[in-house]
Structure formats: C-alpha cells, structure tokens
C-alpha cells in the first residue's frame, strides 16, 4: 500500500477530521492581492549582465572585453543597441518574441558593495544600511505584512537565511532542499512495525487531547509539523506533467516551482538559486555552458507554465548580487562589479528593453554605474504584479524611487 493511501487509511480510524483541519490550516488560505505567482531566480556569484544583455554595437565594449567579448554574430538583437546571448535562444523564442522578455539595464544601489557578502546582504534586507533594521530580509517583511500560511513563501534548494526571517513565529517561508525530500524517519530498527509506530505518533500530535503545560506546546509543534509534511507530500506526489526538466540543479528547483504552482494555489513567492557565476577565469566558456544550463531548465520551466494554464499569471525575475568589470582580467575572466542587467518574463510582462544601455563613457569605467535602484524592480513587482503596496516594505529612500511600466 502506498504510504500516503496507508496513512489515510489509519488516521481514519483515529479522527482524521482533526488532521484535515490543521492541513487545511496549513494549506487552503486565500492568495492575496492578484493571487499571482513572483519566481525570484538569484544566480550567486555575481553574473556578468555584460555577457546576458550586451551592448553590441559598442567598439568600446570589445576593446575593453578583446577576447570574451560576445560577437555581434552570437547575439539576438533585441533593440536600444543590446542584443541577447546566443545560448538564451529558446528564452528568445518562447518569451521575447511574444514580447513577454524585459531586459532591465544597469540595476544597483547606491555606492558599490565591497564584496560578495556585502551586496547579497543588501539585496536580501532591500537596504542599502544593512546595519540597521529588524534583522528580517524584505521576503520576511512581506510575508509579516501579507501572507499567513507557511505555504505563501517556499525558498528552494536556498540557505536559511536573513532573507527569510520573520516577526511571527508561527507562520513563516517555508524552506526545502527538493520537494521530493521531505518526511520524517520513521523507527526502521523495529522493522515490523516501524512506520505503524511512526504513523501512530502522527496520529498522537493530531489527535483532540490537551495534556496541558509544556506537553501542550509540543503536541501543537508536532501537529504543525506532521500537517506541514502531509501538505509537502501531496503537493509533490499530485503534480502532473508531461515537460521533462533537465537533470541540473536549476531544473530540479524550477521543476519544484512548476509543482507548487500547479498544486499549491496560495503559494505566490518562490525563490530558488544556481551558483557558479563568480567568474575570474575562462569566463566566456564557463558563461557559455551556464547560460545554456539556465536556458534549456527555462524552456522547460516556460512550457510547464503553458500547458497548466498559469503563463498569465507567473513571473520570473532573474537576478545577482552585482555585476562584473567592463573590463577582462589577464585570465579571460572579470572582477567583481557593480551595475548589472536584469531579466524579468512571464505571460503578462511588457517585454522591452529598460534602462539606458551602456555608452562609450560609461564602458570605459572599470564598473557600470546603477541608473536604476533594485527596490524599484522589486516594488514594480510586488505592486503591479502581486497587486500589493510594496511601501510598508521597503522603508529606505530609494533614489530615483519609481514603480516602472514591466506589466
């Protein structure tokens, strides 16, 4: 017997109207404003915009860039004097062609960040000051401020960390490696019954008992926390899909996103990541195989969306800490940087290119400067996207503060 068939089964006998209960605490809330989807896809290690969106018709671009500088001929023109990475051709064709792709340039903060650590901790608390605050990342503030199930915010194969963090301890983002990796170890040293016994101290959490006191409280841990797995399991064993993902890192958590968002009605903002963009060596190549990696799990991502019925209605922000150096290195790599280029697509964005793209003068600067502040994207997002007011988020002045025409 199945284990989810098997446990149902039991908790049948033992009052599984409680459990529903408490699931449907866990699970079944109202989305909040437009009850859209936001997919926020960091690539860490700093991703070099300058080799995503290039400013291709510029001499000074390649003069400065004179081996990893991508070619005329390996880009898609898209406008503006920028043209998108030739490994981002299926992106192209399922989303700028239907003008659902925006490329948003020069993105920062005021003055640049020193180093790694420095810039994601800004980007995660949506301050420039990181040492002030509350110590909650703008996810953790939006979530005090609007969501209030564990199931509205899911981080994915991402560390717990500020970016997450909350007021209330009792709803907060939920956190998981993959969806498929969840549960509890049951006793398997009591072979025989080993998940009857563990089946049977679920049943005990969920049960109507009160035993009062510190037993009580952990009685109600456990509740929550056998209510959250059972939500976890039927999200992951209900989903259907004939799109096959490719077997990366990338593609298994976007293939999580596609299960939540099939799945999980409430769910609106899921956050995942894909490293190794931190590059100082052979970086035409190593950009070249990511770009593709990020391209091909992207496609997939895209046609899940299509073929549920939910394009209309996700969009996904592909960002990093910063961007790299104008300049190549003496081992065909960048340093870190500072301005950077954004992607943004979905069923219902404007696709276009934003932002002024990069001349002469600014090419020739070691870094590129930041036109437009971050928070304005993420404002952007939450209010015209989400349909809520992203102020009581974002309480640090923001220059040139502006919620700009992406949908």
């Known amino acids: 017997m199945e284990r989810a068939t098997y446990r149902r089964a039991l908790l049948w006998l033992f009052g599984a109207a409680l459990l529903c209960a408490i699931r449907g605490d866990a699970v079944a ?40 500088g ?31 792709l925006a490329v948003i340039q020069q993105v920062g903060f005021p003055t640049p960040a020193s180093t790694h650590e420095e ?12 040492s002030r605050g509350d110590g909650r990342g703008w996810i953790g503030r939006l979530t005090d ?72 409280w952990t009685k109600d841990v456990l509740a929550r926390m056998h209510g959250l797995e059972d939500g976890l399991w039927d999200i992951n064993s209900d989903y259907t899909s004939n799109i096959g993902y490719p077997g990366s890192s990338i593609g298994y958590n976007l293939r ?16 995942v990541s894909m490293s190794g963009f931190d590059m100082h060596s052979d970086s035409r190549t190593r950009m070249r195989d990511r770009l593709s990696e990020l391209d091909d799990s992207f496609s997939a991502f895209i046609r899940d969306l299509k073929a549920m019925g939910k394009w209309s209605t996700t969009a996904v922000l592909v960002f990093s800490e910063f961007g790299r150096s104008n300049f190549e290195n003496a081992t065909g790599g960048t340093e870190d940087g500072h301005g950077n ?23 020739q600067a070691d870094t590129l400067a930041a036109a437009i502040d971050f ?30 025409p992406l949908f």
């Open 119 to 130: 810039a994601m901790k800004v980007w995660r608390y949506g301050r420039r000051d990181t």
């Open 375 to 404: 928070r304005s994207v993420l404002k952007t997002i939450i209010q015209s996207h989400l349909g809520l007011d992203p102020n009581p988020i974002f309480l640090e002045p923001i220059p040139g503060d502006a919620i700009l």
């Open 256 to 271: 999580d996103a596609a299960k939540l968002i099939q799945r999980s009605p409430n769910t609106q903002v899921i956050y």
């Open 145 to 216: 401020q609007y969501f209030d199930s564990h199931f509205d915010v899911f981080g994915i194969g991402v560390a717990r960390t500020d970016l997450f963090n909350t007021a209330r301890a009792q709803v907060k983002p939920t956190l998981v490696e993959y969806l498929g990796n969840i549960g509890f170890s049951w006793d398997w040293s009591s072979s025989s019954d080993g998940e009857m016994r563990g089946d049977t101290a679920h049943v005990l959490a969920v049960s109507s008992s009160n035993p009062g006191g510190a037993r009580s």
């Open 70 to 100: 991508i070619g005329p001929n390996d880009v898609f023109p898209l406008g503006n004097g920028v043209g998108l990475h030739g490994e981002l051709n299926q992106l192209k064709t399922q989303s700028w062609d239907e003008g659902r």
């Open 29 to 68: 809330q109202v989305p909040q404003g437009t009850g859209k989807v936001i997919v926020l896809v960091e690539l860490k290690g700093g991703a070099d915009g300058l080799s995503i969106a290039i400013p291709y018709t510029s001499g000074v671009y390649y003069a400065r860039r004179p081996t990893i």
């Open 341 to 363: 280029n954004l992607l943004l697509f979905g069923g219902s964005v404007a696709g276009g290119v934003y932002g002024p793209t990069p001349g002469d003068a600014e090419l």
